[in-house]
């Protein structure tokens, strides 16, 4: 009886050690704040009381997810915050590192200690995103030692003794593995800089779209507001912030940009195209944001009309479905004025319901544009290379 209570307690104890330890291993990840505030809610939903506030920057260390949110603890006790406004921190520990990437490929990158900048010129920021501030610049074939990595982040070590980040889309990295000084390394990366300029098939690290004339249209303007959405939401000015920053991601890639409006004025669907066709243009977006009388209706839809359209939507497409939170409504094909008149491949974007409460809490934050944006170039070098 005795020995049956002892190992009753062995087994508890066990139990008890043996959940804390996978709590450990499948959680404990610290993400930084993206967003200028967010929101600290007792439940994961968006209509959950708030409990507290975030700021830009701030750490958090997570241990749960559930549908787009992630559980973290806020005064004592448990709280949620929505997952889309937090960028993974750099780890602080190699083991965490390796934990999260798993092709052989992003291993290398991670092991590597030194980048070589391949754009002409490149920005170093303060943060891993393009909403950090700039406070250095560097040119093509300039060198670094890495310190970590955060996502397409690159955390360099600078010649005044600072620390900043760069576009890894922007840089070669070297090899690390083999080489051990960081002279070593800085011929490593120089070398692989020559044999990927020759290479056919050059890798994510060092693609960019400088050479691609990249038309964005942003729906409506002026006295044709596009669809209206719940709280006197405009398409036509949600359409214009979004564009905004997708002109300015695909810029920081290399490509040349043109805008068929930069402000809020009237452009018909024949000027629009004109525009596109003047030009020698890759690829041809329209931006658009959705409308249905039905609250329920939500989701995100990407048009193209000819079969070159069909091959950048299909890239376009499958990298924003990918990484945001919104309902996959598919590629397809519709007739769309602007699709049929422009020479150019084109897709036209539907970025989510104004009429959906869940589509327009996401969509209307920077967060939401700045991956649409991100993955807009990612789905374009895709197609290009
Ligand atoms: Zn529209």
Known sequence: MRNLKISFI???LLTFFIHVEKMEAASGQTYEVGANILHVREDPASDATIIGLLHKGDRLTVFQEQYGWVQTYYGGSTAWVAKHHLIQASPEVPAANSEQTATPAKTTEAAANSVTVTAPSVNIRSGPTLEYAVIA???QGETFNTISKS?????VELNNGNTGWIASWL???SGASTASSSEQATETATTQVAS?????EPTSANRSLSGFNIVLDAGHGGRDPGAIGLGGVYEKELVHQTTNQIAQTLRNHGATVIETRTSDYYLSLDERADLSNAYN?????SIHYNSFPVVSVQGFNTFYYTEAGHQLGRHVHSSISSAVPLANRGLGQAGYKVLRNTNAPAILLELGFITSPYDLSVIQTADYQQTVADKIAKGLLNYFH
Do not use: R
């Open 171 to 173: 840089t070669s990295s």
């Open 196 to 200: 990927v300029n020759t290479d056919k």
């Open 10 to 12: 062995v087994i508890v």
């Open 281 to 285: 243009t890759d690829a041809f977006i």
């Open 151 to 155: 996502g397409d982040w690159i955390n």
């Open 137 to 139: 610049g560097a040119s």
